[in-house]
Structures are given as structure tokens and as C-alpha cells.
């Protein structure tokens, strides 16, 4: 890992860019931590780090007002990161299926999610070396966000992680339902009721899947970026109970 910009938030977060291999990364840890702080895995969508940075700084400043420390990674194939053909075709059917009003079909799921989980899964686990190195982050160790197919299969291969708190608005394989029946950590899983871009009854159908004895489900009405701000809130608690 190597750290490539920093800067001093003005609630005294310290925001670091940092590279590993070729993945860009942001981390940012609380400006009055005075032991290693837990961590939290920021995940988010295929939109690149630049365009999604305003909702990350905006989570993780939440976070660490709580002191939690928070990272993210830069997902295959996204911002300046080299692109797929394969990726891009996926995304190109996946808009053809939607602009026509069809159905979107198994194939182009697992086309667009199986080979991001399949590369980002050990990059977050790279990552994820090279943080708890790190003296000022100390563990234990969460996931927050999505690709929702990402988090679960972090939460089943990865034993480093003891809670996710997941957003339900991506699309989700079969294979991936089935991926979830091996999850038993906490779960914290958000959904928007009313989400153009997520089936709710597969959302559904993924929480009744997990295997975990302590999962909660958060549904609030409205489109997929109208998620209350409480709802942070009640994230943070969430988090509290499980990485301190």
C-alpha cells in the first residue's frame, strides 16, 4: 500500500488516497482516535471512485464520528481502471433489456455480477491486508454497502469480517442466493421500497436466504438514492453493537 494524498477534514477526519498495485483507494480514520479503530469496508456501485466520492466522504465522515475508521477500493473496470469487453457488453444488453421494458434475464445477471464478485472479492481482501498492517486500525472489521452480491460473498470468504450492513439495489444471481444460505454474521440489510433499478422480491427472497440467527431488514419507501439520512444513524448503532 502507498499513500498518495491526505488532507484534514474540517471535523478533523484525515482522508488518505492511497494505491495498492494499481487499485486507487481512499481511507479515512477519525481526527481524535486514540486507539486503533475498527474498521469499515465501504462498498459501493460500478461508478467509479470520482463520481461516488460526495456519498462515500459522506458515510465515512458519519462513521467516524462514531470512531470508526473507513476505506474503500476502487471496483474492477471502473473510473480510470483498465476496462472489460465483457463487462462493457453485459452493461450494453443490460441497457437494451431495460430501455425495451423486458425482463432481464438470468444469462445477462450473471454475466454483469459473477465476474465483478469473482475479481473484487480477493482485491477487497488484498485491501483489507494492508489496512489492519496498518498501526491506527485495529479491528474488527465490517462491510457496508453494495455490490450486495460483493457483500455477501465477502461475509461467506472472509472470516476478518464480523458484521455487514448491506444495500439491497443491485441485481443478484441465483448462485448468489444460494452463496447467502452460508452467511452468519450480523446483517443489517437496507432496502428502498420502491427502487427502479432492484427487484424487491429478490432483495426479499436474499434476506429470507441468509443463514445468519441476527439479521434486520430496513425498508423505507422511495427511489434507490432516497435513503433516509437516519437510516446512518442506525447503521452507526448497528456497527456499535458488533465492532466494539
Not at 27 to 36: K, Q, V
Not at 53 to 66: I, M, S, T
Not at 213 to 219: G, Q, R
Request: hydrophobic fraction near 45%.
Amino acid at each position: 500500500m502507498r499513500f498518495t494524498s491526505d488532507q484534514r477534514l474540517d471535523d478533523g477526519v484525515l482522508e488518505r488516497g492511497f494505491t495498492l498495485g494499481e487499485i486507487p483507494g481512499i481511507l479515512w480514520t477519525p481526527g481524535s482516535a486514540s486507539a486503533p479503530a475498527p474498521l469499515i469496508l465501504l462498498g459501493h456501485p460500478p461508478l467509479g471512485l470520482h463520481k461516488m466520492y460526495p456519498r462515500l466522504v459522506a458515510r465515512a465522515r458519519h462513521a467516524a464520528a462514531e470512531g470508526f475508521a473507513a476505506a474503500t477500493i476502487e471496483l474492477p473496470w471502473s473510473g480510470d481502471r483498465p476496462r472489460s469487453a465483457a463487462a462493457e457488453q453485459a452493461r450494453a444488453d443490460l441497457r437494451r433489456a431495460l430501455e425495451a421494458g423486458e425482463p432481464v434475464s438470468d444469462q445477462i445477471i450473471d454475466a454483469l455480477i459473477l465476474p465483478l464478485v469473482d475479481e473484487a472479492v480477493p482485491e477487497w481482501q488484498a485491501a483489507l491486508d494492508a489496512l489492519l498492517a496498518l498501526p491506527e486500525i485495529g479491528g474488527p472489521v465490517g462491510y457496508s454497502g453494495g455490490v450486495i452480491s460483493i457483500g455477501v460473498r465477502l461475509a461467506v470468504v472472509e472470516p476478518r469480517i464480523a458484521a455487514a450492513g448491506l444495500f439491497a439495489g443491485s441485481f443478484v444471481p441465483r448462485t448468489i442466493l444460494e452463496e447467502a444460505r452460508q452467511v452468519t454474521i450480523p446483517l443489517h440489510v437496507l432496502l428502498q421500497w420502491d427502487d427502479e433499478g432492484n427487484d424487491r422480491q429478490t432483495a426479499l427472497d436474499l434476506f429470507d436466504a441468509f443463514g445468519s440467527t441476527e439479521k434486520t431488514l430496513h425498508a423505507n419507501m422511495g427511489g434507490h438514492t432516497g435513503v433516509p439520512q437516519f437510516e446512518g444513524d442506525a447503521a452507526n448503532r448497528f456497527f456499535a453493537r458488533h465492532l466494539r
